[in-house]
């Protein structure tokens, strides 16, 4: 199937769906998986829209089945009413793309479908769940975070202006292996090498990626921020299919990232207690030396760095 043979999508359509998804298949990708925010949030079309392309991709045949406007109406009060019960807007969209059709096989699987889920709730506890509900939504994407103790090292103005395109200035600074002078300034310097032209020997503080290496391995961070700014989400995600009795690694991502924050934790209380310590010291030091007179042949003593004994003792 292409774009232009759904009805109602034309070029220019077509072009910006292209332009939204990257490509033709990604955007059938998402029809199949019922993504009908993907379709609204490309802007310009409404819910009801979205709805129908992706019925015309799923091969959901309303349009044919439903020949009179009282069949129309019936079916679409029937939808609205099981749309009421729904508790999050994926569920809503995945209601609204129920379609009624002719295979009875299709038809005898749906209600088989339909009573073990009837079967199921009975026993689940309705309002923890509602509640759990309502809370879930489509998880969010990190903003960028810039690192100043991070750079990255690119081969050539290509790819300089490829990652600037990326947008990867926005999480660390881009500099170009001609220009760049001493590294030693940075912890972490990531080489996107293309022809491997400078020697790992030369900086301790440096890991190599490929030129064509995806995002992530540049600025792995992101997988991180992404996760902790998701943190609620998850967890509520985690308590839902629990309850559900179904199993999930989420608990094993929850428990690396308690971990995670709990070393960050460790480094702050540290890094707080050596300033703390250096300013007491500090203190002592300052009282110390109010109390010291040196005599003119001690400070001349001491400004030729010898230490007289009345310093010694500081």
Sequence with gaps: MDLNDIKGIGDKLASKIINHFGT????????????????VNMGGISQRRAVEIINTVLGNPTEEFL?????????????????????????????????????VGKIQENMSLVMEAKKMVNHL???TLRGLLKNIDYAVNPKPKYDTSKAILVESDEDYSNLMDR?????????????VGSLDEFELVVYVYRNGILEMSETSNMV????????????????????YDNKVLLENILKIRTILGCGSILGEVLNILDSLESSRMNEKDFDSAVNQAKDIADEKLKEAIKNVDLS???VLDLLNKDMPPKIQVI
Excluded: W
């Design 167 to 179: 947008g990867l200035n926005k999480q660390a600074q881009i500099l170009s292996i001609q220009e």
């Design 296 to 298: 003119g042949e001690e």
């Design 208 to 227: 190599m990626v490929g030129a064509d290496t995806e995002d992530l391995q540049i600025v792995p961070e992101t997988v991180l921020s992404y996760y």
């Design 24 to 39: 033709q298949e990604k955007f059938f990708q998402a029809a199949r998986n019922y993504e009908v925010y993907q379709l």
């Design 67 to 103: 020949k009179t406007e009282r069949a129309i109406q019936i079916y679409e009060e029937i939808i609205h009413c099981i749309v009421t019960y729904a508790n999050t807007e994926y569920a809503k969209n995945r209601i609204l793309l129920l379609s009624p059709g002719k295979d």
């Design 125 to 127: 506890p309705i309002d």
